[in-house]
């Protein structure tokens, strides 16, 4: 239940200092535990080799862009078995291609940063994530039905990841981490378009 982790989207935007992300989600106050605001952020993190020019900002932008695609990828990967839309398949296919190559991206941003390999949004129902219930809803679908579905949660995925991003490139500090956010952003609002003809 996304309600339920308002909390932890609580943390990430103490982090971003942003409340556009909360859209779709109630907010709560962060815990004691939250994240630093942007002053003095390279200073709080880990000092070893690049992983100290990192800011919590980055760190926590990149943690929830891999939980965000990880999520994703598991509804392009049913397109093929669930229609035969040609130009739904040619999407999916693109879109997933494009999103395991920013997910490999991140994941090796977060090496150099020197955070915990653990996801700390695994398990989440976060805006813009598709949840298990959601899923298994889209297993059971096919042709039309399947494409409505598959639009709606690829739309939410692809308007929070260019929210979340358009902050990150605000307000972070590494240079490879704004530019991939800049990247989101740019190759987001691009598929939207394309998905407002797939699905008008």
Same mark, same amino acid.
């Given at each position: 239940?996304?309600?339920?982790?308002?909390?932890?989207?609580?943390?990430?935007?103490?982090?971003?200092?942003?409340?556009?992300?909360?859209?779709?989600? @109630?907010?709560?106050?962060? @815990?004691?535990?939250?994240? /630093?605001?942007?002053?003095?952020?390279?200073?709080?993190?880990?000092?070893?080799?690049? =992983?100290?020019?990192?800011?919590?900002? !980055?760190? #926590?932008?990149?943690?929830?862009?891999?939980?965000? +695609?990880?999520?994703?990828?598991?509804?392009?990967?049913?397109? /093929?078995?669930?229609?035969? !839309? /040609?130009?739904?398949?040619?999407?999916? #296919?693109?879109?997933?291609?494009? *999103?395991? =190559?920013?997910?490999?991206?991140?994941?090796?941003?977060?090496?150099?940063?020197?955070?915990?390999?653990? +996801? /700390?949004?695994?398990?989440?129902?976060?805006?813009?994530?598709?949840?298990?219930?959601?899923?298994?809803?889209?297993?059971?679908?096919?042709?039309?039905?399947?494409?409505?579905?598959?639009?709606?949660?690829?739309?939410? *995925?692809?308007?929070?990841?260019?929210?979340?991003?358009?902050?990150?490139?605000? +307000?972070?500090?590494? @240079? #490879?981490?704004?530019?991939?956010?800049?990247?989101?952003?740019? #190759?987001? !609002?691009?598929?939207?378009?394309?998905?407002?003809?797939?699905?008008?």
């Amino acid at each position: 239940m996304r309600a339920l982790v308002s909390a932890s989207m609580s943390l990430f935007l103490a982090a971003l200092l942003v409340t556009a992300c909360a859209t779709g989600s @109630p907010t709560t106050t962060a @815990p004691s535990t939250a994240a /630093p605001s942007t002053a003095g952020l390279a200073d709080s993190v880990s000092p070893s080799g690049s =992983a100290s020019l990192f800011s919590p900002t !980055d760190i #926590a932008w990149l943690q929830l862009t891999v939980a965000m +695609n990880e999520r994703l990828l598991s509804v392009l990967d049913m397109v /093929p078995g669930r229609t035969t !839309d /040609p130009a739904w398949q040619t999407f999916a #296919a693109r879109l997933g291609t494009a *999103h395991r =190559a920013d997910l490999s991206t991140a994941r090796r941003l977060l090496a150099e940063s020197g955070a915990p390999a653990t +996801n /700390p949004h695994e398990g989440h129902d976060m805006p813009g994530m598709v949840t298990e219930q959601e899923l298994t809803t889209l297993r059971s679908v096919t042709g039309v039905a399947f494409q409505r579905l598959a639009g709606q949660h690829v739309r939410a *995925h692809l308007q929070q990841a260019v929210r979340v991003a358009t902050a990150e490139q605000r +307000n972070g500090v590494y @240079p #490879a981490t704004t530019a991939l956010a800049a990247e989101v952003v740019r #190759a987001g !609002d691009a598929e939207l378009t394309r998905l407002d003809r797939l699905t008008p």
